[in-house]
C-alpha cells in the first residue's frame, strides 16, 4: 500500500489553524485555480535553505496558484516547530503563502507526507 496520493485521488480534507489568526479547510480554496499543498516545517536545514526558492515560485505563479504550507511537526520534539515560532517566523519573512499548524499529523498522514 502506498503512503502517498496517487495522481486523480481527491485530496483529503482538513481543518487546520493559520498563523493568519483563522482556521481553513480545503473547501475555503475551492475557488482557486490552483492550489499547492506543501508539508514544511521552520526547523529544517533543507526547508530553511529552499525557502527564498519555494518564495519565488509562490511568487511567480501567484496570480495562478494558491500555496498553502502546512507544518505537522511535533513541537514536543522540536520546540521551534511549535505554533508561536510559526507566527513568529511568518512575520518576519512575510513568506506569501499561507502557514498552517496540524498538531496532530491527521493531514500529514492523510496525505501521506512522511518528510517536510
Not at 21 to 50: K, M, Q
Request: net charge neutral.
Amino acid at each position: 500500500m502506498s503512503f502517498t496520493l496517487q495522481i486523480g485521488e481527491k485530496a483529503p480534507d482538513f481543518r487546520l489553524p493559520a498563523t493568519d489568526g483563522r482556521e481553513y479547510s480545503l473547501t475555503d480554496f475551492a475557488g482557486d485555480r490552483y492550489l499547492v499543498i506543501f508539508f514544511t516545517c521552520n526547523h529544517c536545514p533543507y526547508v530553511i535553505g529552499s525557502d527564498e526558492v519555494t518564495r519565488n515560485t509562490a511568487e511567480k505563479f501567484r496570480s495562478q496558484v494558491r500555496f498553502v504550507g502546512i507544518n505537522s511537526n511535533s513541537e514536543r520534539t522540536y520546540p521551534e516547530d511549535s505554533f508561536d515560532f510559526m507566527v513568529s517566523r511568518m512575520e518576519k519573512y512575510r513568506f506569501p503563502w499561507l502557514y498552517l499548524y496540524d498538531r496532530d499529523q491527521k493531514t500529514a498522514l492523510s496525505y501521506g507526507a512522511l518528510r517536510t
